[in-house]
Protein backbone atom coordinates (compact mmCIF):
# COMPACT_ATOMS: atom_id res chain seq x y z
CA UNK A 1 0.00 0.00 0.00
CA UNK A 2 1.83 3.31 -1.13
CA UNK A 3 -0.65 5.61 -0.32
CA UNK A 4 -0.46 8.08 3.23
CA UNK A 5 -2.35 6.53 6.35
CA UNK A 6 -3.33 9.75 8.21
CA UNK A 7 -3.51 8.20 12.15
CA UNK A 8 -3.06 11.72 13.53
CA UNK A 9 -6.65 13.56 13.93
CA UNK A 10 -6.32 14.03 17.06
CA UNK A 11 -3.05 16.70 15.97
CA UNK A 12 -5.11 18.15 13.60
CA UNK A 13 -8.09 17.26 10.78
CA UNK A 14 -7.88 17.83 6.94
CA UNK A 15 -10.78 20.13 5.66
CA UNK A 16 -13.59 18.59 4.74
CA UNK A 17 -14.54 19.30 0.83
CA UNK A 18 -18.39 20.44 2.47
CA UNK A 19 -16.47 23.29 5.06
CA UNK A 20 -14.02 24.29 2.09
CA UNK A 21 -16.88 24.96 -0.52
CA UNK A 22 -19.04 27.06 2.55
CA UNK A 23 -15.72 28.63 2.93
CA UNK A 24 -14.30 29.60 -0.53
CA UNK A 25 -16.30 32.64 -1.39
CA UNK A 26 -14.61 34.89 1.05
CA UNK A 27 -11.37 34.32 0.19
CA UNK A 28 -12.27 35.71 -2.77
CA UNK A 29 -15.41 37.04 -3.34
CA UNK A 30 -16.47 38.39 0.01
CA UNK A 31 -13.38 39.12 1.20
CA UNK A 32 -14.81 42.89 3.13
CA UNK A 33 -13.51 43.32 6.52
CA UNK A 34 -16.33 43.37 8.92
CA UNK A 35 -15.91 46.44 10.39
CA UNK A 36 -16.32 48.34 7.48
CA UNK A 37 -19.47 50.25 6.91
CA UNK A 38 -20.03 49.66 3.23
CA UNK A 39 -21.74 46.77 1.31
CA UNK A 40 -18.33 44.63 1.01
CA UNK A 41 -17.95 44.90 4.97
CA UNK A 42 -21.40 44.45 5.92
CA UNK A 43 -21.62 41.25 3.76
CA UNK A 44 -19.02 39.74 5.45
CA UNK A 45 -20.20 40.75 8.92
CA UNK A 46 -23.92 39.56 8.10
CA UNK A 47 -21.81 35.68 7.42
CA UNK A 48 -20.69 36.15 10.79
CA UNK A 49 -23.80 36.88 12.95
CA UNK A 50 -25.38 34.03 10.50
CA UNK A 51 -22.54 31.76 11.51
CA UNK A 52 -22.92 32.40 15.08
CA UNK A 53 -26.65 31.65 14.93
CA UNK A 54 -25.92 28.48 13.71
CA UNK A 55 -23.17 27.58 16.16
CA UNK A 56 -25.81 28.80 19.32
CA UNK A 57 -28.07 26.58 18.12
CA UNK A 58 -26.05 23.72 18.08
CA UNK A 59 -23.88 24.73 21.51
CA UNK A 60 -27.76 25.30 22.69
CA UNK A 61 -26.66 29.04 23.76
CA UNK A 62 -27.49 32.59 22.78
CA UNK A 63 -25.81 34.08 19.92
CA UNK A 64 -23.82 36.81 22.35
CA UNK A 65 -22.21 33.81 24.62
CA UNK A 66 -19.96 32.76 21.18
CA UNK A 67 -16.61 34.47 21.23
CA UNK A 68 -14.41 33.81 18.28
CA UNK A 69 -11.09 33.03 18.66
CA UNK A 70 -7.51 32.18 16.71
CA UNK A 71 -7.84 28.65 17.88
CA UNK A 72 -8.07 26.18 21.23
CA UNK A 73 -5.05 27.69 22.96
CA UNK A 74 -6.00 30.99 22.97
CA UNK A 75 -9.84 30.26 23.90
CA UNK A 76 -8.46 28.31 26.80
CA UNK A 77 -6.22 31.24 27.82
CA UNK A 78 -9.00 33.92 27.77
CA UNK A 79 -11.14 31.48 29.61
CA UNK A 80 -8.22 31.40 32.04
CA UNK A 81 -6.63 34.60 32.33
CA UNK A 82 -9.79 36.91 31.04
CA UNK A 83 -12.09 35.36 34.23
CA UNK A 84 -8.89 35.31 36.33
CA UNK A 85 -7.76 38.81 35.66
CA UNK A 86 -11.82 40.04 36.66
CA UNK A 87 -12.50 38.02 39.51
CA UNK A 88 -8.70 37.42 41.49
CA UNK A 89 -9.89 39.96 44.11
CA UNK A 90 -13.26 36.93 45.02
CA UNK A 91 -10.40 34.24 45.50
CA UNK A 92 -6.93 32.85 45.15
CA UNK A 93 -7.67 29.10 44.42
CA UNK A 94 -8.30 27.22 41.26
CA UNK A 95 -8.62 23.66 40.29
CA UNK A 96 -7.05 21.84 37.33
CA UNK A 97 -5.90 18.32 36.37
CA UNK A 98 -2.66 16.73 35.86
CA UNK A 99 -3.49 15.36 32.08
CA UNK A 100 -4.42 19.19 30.76
CA UNK A 101 -3.74 20.45 27.66
CA UNK A 102 -0.27 22.71 28.00
CA UNK A 103 -2.09 25.67 27.25
CA UNK A 104 -3.93 25.18 30.37
CA UNK A 105 -1.20 23.24 32.86
CA UNK A 106 1.43 25.93 31.77
CA UNK A 107 -1.74 28.86 31.80
CA UNK A 108 -1.74 27.41 35.77
CA UNK A 109 1.62 26.92 36.20
CA UNK A 110 1.88 30.94 35.62
CA UNK A 111 -0.73 31.86 37.86
CA UNK A 112 0.91 29.39 40.84
CA UNK A 113 3.98 31.86 40.79
CA UNK A 114 1.97 35.00 40.67
CA UNK A 115 -0.31 34.42 43.57
CA UNK A 116 -2.64 32.23 43.27
CA UNK A 117 -2.80 28.63 44.90
CA UNK A 118 -3.15 25.58 42.67
CA UNK A 119 -4.24 22.15 42.84
CA UNK A 120 -3.69 19.57 40.27
CA UNK A 121 -5.65 16.83 41.02
CA UNK A 122 -4.51 13.50 40.31
CA UNK A 123 -6.22 10.61 37.99
CA UNK A 124 -5.95 7.00 38.51
CA UNK A 125 -4.26 4.64 35.77
CA UNK A 126 -7.01 4.51 33.55
CA UNK A 127 -7.17 8.41 33.47
CA UNK A 128 -10.26 9.24 35.58
CA UNK A 129 -9.85 11.95 38.32
CA UNK A 130 -11.92 10.84 41.08
CA UNK A 131 -15.04 13.13 41.70
CA UNK A 132 -14.18 12.53 45.90
CA UNK A 133 -11.16 14.18 44.95
CA UNK A 134 -12.70 17.18 43.33
CA UNK A 135 -14.64 17.91 46.48
CA UNK A 136 -11.98 17.34 48.62
CA UNK A 137 -9.70 19.74 46.86
CA UNK A 138 -12.73 22.52 47.17
CA UNK A 139 -11.98 25.70 50.13
CA UNK A 140 -13.35 28.71 50.83
CA UNK A 141 -11.56 30.58 48.42
CA UNK A 142 -12.03 28.23 45.15
CA UNK A 143 -13.43 30.54 42.57
CA UNK A 144 -11.93 28.64 39.27
CA UNK A 145 -11.88 25.27 37.99
CA UNK A 146 -10.83 23.67 34.50
CA UNK A 147 -11.41 20.10 33.59
CA UNK A 148 -10.59 18.76 30.15
CA UNK A 149 -13.48 17.03 29.04
CA UNK A 150 -11.84 14.33 26.78
CA UNK A 151 -8.13 13.96 26.81
CA UNK A 152 -5.58 15.33 23.62
CA UNK A 153 -3.67 12.05 24.44
CA UNK A 154 -5.41 9.27 25.74
CA UNK A 155 -9.22 10.19 24.76
CA UNK A 156 -10.42 9.87 28.52
CA UNK A 157 -13.78 11.38 29.24
CA UNK A 158 -14.45 12.69 32.33
CA UNK A 159 -18.00 13.42 33.92
CA UNK A 160 -18.15 17.19 33.26
CA UNK A 161 -21.97 16.99 34.09
CA UNK A 162 -21.29 15.85 37.16
CA UNK A 163 -18.40 17.97 37.97
CA UNK A 164 -20.49 20.89 37.04
CA UNK A 165 -22.88 20.43 39.90
CA UNK A 166 -20.59 20.31 42.27
CA UNK A 167 -19.21 23.78 40.75
CA UNK A 168 -22.41 25.39 41.29
CA UNK A 169 -22.98 24.14 44.74
CA UNK A 170 -19.97 25.84 45.40
CA UNK A 171 -20.01 28.81 43.31
CA UNK A 172 -17.29 27.54 41.63
CA UNK A 173 -16.95 28.88 37.69
CA UNK A 174 -16.05 25.78 35.32
CA UNK A 175 -14.24 26.17 32.18
CA UNK A 176 -14.08 22.48 30.23
CA UNK A 177 -11.70 22.44 26.92
CA UNK A 178 -13.44 20.60 24.59
CA UNK A 179 -11.64 20.54 21.25
CA UNK A 180 -11.05 17.04 21.04
CA UNK A 181 -14.62 16.11 22.29
CA UNK A 182 -16.50 17.77 19.97
CA UNK A 183 -16.68 15.36 16.72
CA UNK A 184 -17.68 12.96 18.88
CA UNK A 185 -19.82 13.81 21.47
CA UNK A 186 -22.70 16.20 22.73
CA UNK A 187 -21.35 20.15 23.27
CA UNK A 188 -24.83 21.34 24.40
CA UNK A 189 -23.52 23.76 27.60
CA UNK A 190 -26.54 23.07 29.12
CA UNK A 191 -26.78 19.58 29.40
CA UNK A 192 -22.72 20.10 30.86
CA UNK A 193 -23.81 22.44 32.46
CA UNK A 194 -20.52 24.44 32.10
CA UNK A 195 -19.67 28.37 32.03
CA UNK A 196 -16.65 28.08 29.75
CA UNK A 197 -16.29 26.22 27.18
CA UNK A 198 -13.49 25.59 24.40
CA UNK A 199 -13.63 24.38 20.89
CA UNK A 200 -10.30 24.54 17.62
CA UNK A 201 -12.05 24.25 13.97
CA UNK A 202 -8.24 22.47 13.21
CA UNK A 203 -9.87 19.43 15.27
CA UNK A 204 -13.22 19.02 13.84
CA UNK A 205 -12.31 19.29 9.95
CA UNK A 206 -12.40 22.82 9.64
CA UNK A 207 -9.11 24.99 9.19
CA UNK A 208 -6.33 25.31 11.54
CA UNK A 209 -6.12 29.18 12.99
CA UNK A 210 -10.13 29.07 14.62
CA UNK A 211 -11.97 28.67 17.52
CA UNK A 212 -14.35 29.68 19.94
CA UNK A 213 -14.99 29.99 23.91
CA UNK A 214 -18.40 29.84 24.88
CA UNK A 215 -18.81 32.15 27.64
CA UNK A 216 -22.16 32.23 30.02
CA UNK A 217 -23.49 35.48 29.65
CA UNK A 218 -23.70 35.91 33.17
CA UNK A 219 -20.00 35.58 33.17
CA UNK A 220 -17.44 38.65 32.84
CA UNK A 221 -14.14 38.46 31.49
CA UNK A 222 -11.26 40.48 30.88
CA UNK A 223 -9.40 40.58 26.83
CA UNK A 224 -6.05 39.43 26.57
CA UNK A 225 -5.73 40.86 23.50
CA UNK A 226 -6.60 44.14 23.16
CA UNK A 227 -7.30 46.62 19.96
CA UNK A 228 -9.91 47.62 17.33
CA UNK A 229 -12.69 46.17 20.09
CA UNK A 230 -14.06 42.97 17.73
CA UNK A 231 -15.97 40.09 19.30
CA UNK A 232 -17.42 42.58 22.11
CA UNK A 233 -14.27 43.97 23.07
CA UNK A 234 -13.27 40.36 24.10
CA UNK A 235 -11.34 40.02 21.17
CA UNK A 236 -9.29 42.48 19.60
CA UNK A 237 -8.32 41.55 15.85
CA UNK A 238 -9.80 41.72 12.20
CA UNK A 239 -12.05 38.28 12.13
CA UNK A 240 -11.21 35.56 9.68
CA UNK A 241 -14.26 35.30 8.19
CA UNK A 242 -13.73 32.67 6.06
CA UNK A 243 -12.33 30.12 9.27
CA UNK A 244 -15.59 31.37 11.03
CA UNK A 245 -17.76 30.36 8.01
CA UNK A 246 -15.97 26.81 8.23
CA UNK A 247 -15.91 26.63 11.86
CA UNK A 248 -19.83 26.94 12.02
CA UNK A 249 -20.05 24.54 8.88
CA UNK A 250 -17.87 21.88 10.53
CA UNK A 251 -19.93 21.92 13.72
CA UNK A 252 -23.44 21.66 11.70
CA UNK A 253 -21.84 18.53 9.86
CA UNK A 254 -20.14 16.92 13.38
CA UNK A 255 -23.86 17.40 14.82
CA UNK A 256 -25.26 16.05 11.70
CA UNK A 257 -22.84 13.02 11.36
CA UNK A 258 -21.94 11.86 14.68
CA UNK A 259 -23.72 8.97 15.44
CA UNK A 260 -22.42 7.75 11.94
CA UNK A 261 -19.13 8.77 12.68
CA UNK A 262 -18.53 6.91 16.17
CA UNK A 263 -19.98 3.45 14.97
CA UNK A 264 -17.67 4.02 12.08
CA UNK A 265 -14.52 4.89 14.01
CA UNK A 266 -15.37 3.01 16.94
CA UNK A 267 -15.60 -0.31 14.96
CA UNK A 268 -12.21 -0.07 13.44
CA UNK A 269 -10.61 1.17 16.59
CA UNK A 270 -12.05 -1.97 18.52
CA UNK A 271 -10.36 -4.45 15.65
CA UNK A 272 -7.67 -2.24 16.23
CA UNK A 273 -7.13 -2.26 19.48
CA UNK A 274 -7.59 -6.19 19.93
CA UNK A 275 -5.23 -6.60 17.48
CA UNK A 276 -2.33 -4.50 18.80
CA UNK A 277 -2.47 -5.68 22.49
CA UNK A 278 -2.30 -9.30 20.61
CA UNK A 279 1.67 -8.18 20.32
CA UNK A 280 3.31 -8.89 23.88
CA UNK A 281 4.22 -6.27 26.60
CA UNK A 282 2.04 -3.78 25.11
CA UNK A 283 -0.92 -1.60 27.57
CA UNK A 284 -3.49 0.26 26.29
CA UNK A 285 -3.37 3.48 27.89
CA UNK A 286 -6.57 5.44 29.36
CA UNK A 287 -9.73 3.92 30.08
CA UNK A 288 -10.84 1.08 27.11
CA UNK A 289 -14.85 2.52 27.61
CA UNK A 290 -14.70 6.14 29.00
CA UNK A 291 -12.74 7.13 26.09
CA UNK A 292 -13.38 8.92 22.40
CA UNK A 293 -14.16 6.12 20.04
CA UNK A 294 -11.41 7.40 17.38
CA UNK A 295 -8.07 7.37 19.91
CA UNK A 296 -5.86 4.55 20.80
CA UNK A 297 -2.76 5.25 22.89
CA UNK A 298 -0.35 2.17 23.08
CA UNK A 299 2.97 1.58 24.78
CA UNK A 300 4.89 -0.40 23.24
CA UNK A 301 7.65 -1.70 25.82
CA UNK A 302 11.48 -1.45 25.31
CA UNK A 303 10.93 0.83 22.35
CA UNK A 304 11.63 4.60 21.89
CA UNK A 305 8.47 5.99 20.39
CA UNK A 306 10.49 8.12 18.47
CA UNK A 307 12.07 5.71 16.55
CA UNK A 308 8.81 3.86 16.60
CA UNK A 309 7.20 6.95 14.51
CA UNK A 310 10.27 7.07 11.63
CA UNK A 311 9.90 3.23 11.36
CA UNK A 312 6.45 4.13 10.83
CA UNK A 313 6.87 7.32 8.63
CA UNK A 314 9.09 5.03 5.99
CA UNK A 315 5.97 3.45 5.45
CA UNK A 316 3.61 6.73 4.47
CA UNK A 317 1.72 5.99 8.22
CA UNK A 318 1.02 9.09 10.05
CA UNK A 319 0.72 9.04 13.94
CA UNK A 320 1.89 11.02 16.87
CA UNK A 321 3.80 10.33 20.53
CA UNK A 322 1.18 12.43 22.39
CA UNK A 323 0.39 16.42 21.97
CA UNK A 324 1.58 17.83 18.69
CA UNK A 325 1.88 21.61 20.61
CA UNK A 326 4.74 19.49 22.36
CA UNK A 327 6.08 17.27 19.76
CA UNK A 328 9.73 19.08 20.22
CA UNK A 329 9.99 18.26 23.43
CA UNK A 330 11.96 15.46 25.11
CA UNK A 331 10.47 15.27 27.93
CA UNK A 332 7.65 12.03 28.45
CA UNK A 333 4.29 12.33 27.82
CA UNK A 334 2.92 14.49 31.62
CA UNK A 335 -0.39 12.50 30.78
CA UNK A 336 1.53 8.81 30.39
CA UNK A 337 3.57 10.10 33.40
CA UNK A 338 0.28 10.62 35.82
CA UNK A 339 -1.21 7.69 34.78
CA UNK A 340 1.74 5.32 35.92
CA UNK A 341 4.69 7.84 36.79
CA UNK A 342 7.26 5.16 34.58
CA UNK A 343 8.93 7.21 31.71
CA UNK A 344 9.61 3.53 29.80
CA UNK A 345 5.81 3.76 29.96
CA UNK A 346 5.77 7.09 28.83
CA UNK A 347 8.35 7.20 26.34
CA UNK A 348 6.96 4.16 24.41
CA UNK A 349 3.85 5.47 23.99
CA UNK A 350 1.77 5.84 20.43
CA UNK A 351 -1.33 7.70 19.64
CA UNK A 352 -3.14 6.52 16.75
CA UNK A 353 -6.12 9.30 16.52
CA UNK A 354 -8.57 7.98 13.93
CA UNK A 355 -10.30 10.29 10.98
CA UNK A 356 -14.22 9.63 9.84
CA UNK A 357 -12.34 8.72 6.37
CA UNK A 358 -10.00 5.65 7.64
CA UNK A 359 -10.77 2.58 6.16
CA UNK A 360 -10.66 -1.37 7.49
CA UNK A 361 -7.80 -2.18 5.06
CA UNK A 362 -6.08 1.00 6.17
CA UNK A 363 -6.04 -0.32 9.88
CA UNK A 364 -5.18 -3.74 8.69
CA UNK A 365 -2.39 -2.57 7.07
CA UNK A 366 -0.94 -0.92 9.66
CA UNK A 367 -0.87 -3.31 12.46
CA UNK A 368 0.90 -5.44 9.70
CA UNK A 369 3.34 -2.91 9.66
CA UNK A 370 3.48 -2.33 13.38
CA UNK A 371 4.29 -6.04 13.95
CA UNK A 372 6.98 -5.97 11.66
CA UNK A 373 8.12 -2.34 13.33
CA UNK A 374 7.90 -3.93 16.59
CA UNK A 375 10.14 -7.38 15.88
CA UNK A 376 12.67 -5.24 14.53
CA UNK A 377 13.33 -2.50 17.12
CA UNK A 378 12.86 -5.16 19.53
CA UNK A 379 15.19 -6.99 18.46
CA UNK A 380 17.70 -3.80 17.84
CA UNK A 381 16.98 -3.15 21.80
CA UNK A 382 18.10 -6.98 22.73
CA UNK A 383 20.82 -6.42 21.10
CA UNK A 384 21.96 -3.26 22.46
CA UNK A 385 21.07 -4.76 26.01
CA UNK A 386 23.34 -8.00 25.36
CA UNK A 387 26.50 -5.59 24.27
CA UNK A 388 25.83 -3.92 27.48
CA UNK A 389 26.25 -6.94 29.64
CA UNK A 390 29.25 -7.85 27.71
CA UNK A 391 30.97 -4.76 28.34
CA UNK A 392 30.55 -4.66 32.17
Known amino acids: MKKEIYLDNA ?8 VLEEMLPYFTKKYGNPSSFHT ?70 YLEKHGFEVTYLNVNKKGIIDINDFQKAIKKNTI ?19 IAKI ?45 LLYKNKNIEIEPIIYGGGQEQGLRSGTENVPGIIGLA ?3 EIAERDREKNIKHTKELSNYFITEILKIPNTILNGDRKKRLPNNINISFLNIEGESFLLKLNKYNIYASTGSACSSYSLEPSHVIMALYNNPEIAHSSIRFSLGV ?17 VKELRSI ?11 K
Open 144 to 162: FASIIYANNEIGVIQDIPK
Open 11 to 18: ATTPVSKE
Open 40 to 109: KGLEAKNAITNARQKISKILNCEQQEIIFTGGGSEANNLAIFGFLKKYANKGKHIITTKIEHHSVLEGFQ
Open 357 to 373: DNTLEEIKYTIKIINKI
Open 381 to 391: SAMNHNLKEVI
Open 249 to 251: KAL
Open 167 to 211: CKQHNIVLHTDACQATTYLSVDVKKLGVDLMTINGSKIYAPKGIG
